[in-house]
């Protein structure tokens, strides 16, 4: 798999471009909303994601599987519920405000998906 700050390859050649997956991190850090692709995407519809999908994103469908399986915290994905729940959150800008000890944050370790709590 290729990583960067600008792309989102996995090993069999599917990826994510630098604009999705811009939006992608700042829906998982801010609770953005994101378009209707991708909320088909989050919400783990597939058949609405493939009619949503342009033709770069229906190609590369499995990638975007596959980020939010393995990447993305699970609390953001997997329903419509956790959806628009994440956007009210604001996500992890959010989950930080509600924290009840300022001393620690939470942050989003893309490598695995996991939300870690660090010393401020």
């Not at 596959?66 to 953001?76: L, V």
């Not at 959010?94 to 370790?109: A, C, H, R, T, V």
């Amino acid at each position: 798999m290729i990583e960067n700050s600008k792309i989102f390859m996995t090993d069999n050649g599917f990826m994510i471009s630098e604009h999705m997956l811009e939006s992608i991190r700042a829906y998982i850090t801010k609770g953005c909303p994101v378009g209707s692709f991708l909320q088909a995407v989050i919400a783990n519809e597939l058949t609405e994601a493939c009619l949503r999908a342009d033709d770069v994103n229906i190609r590369n469908l499995p990638a975007f599987a596959w980020f939010f399986y393995d990447r993305a915290p699970r609390q953001c994905w997997g329903s419509r519920e956790a959806y628009k729940a994440w956007v009210e959150l604001r996500g992890l800008e959010g989950l930080n405000k509600q924290n009840p000890n300022p001393e620690y944050e939470s942050i989003w370790n893309e490598s695995d998906g996991s939300i870690v709590r660090r010393k401020t």
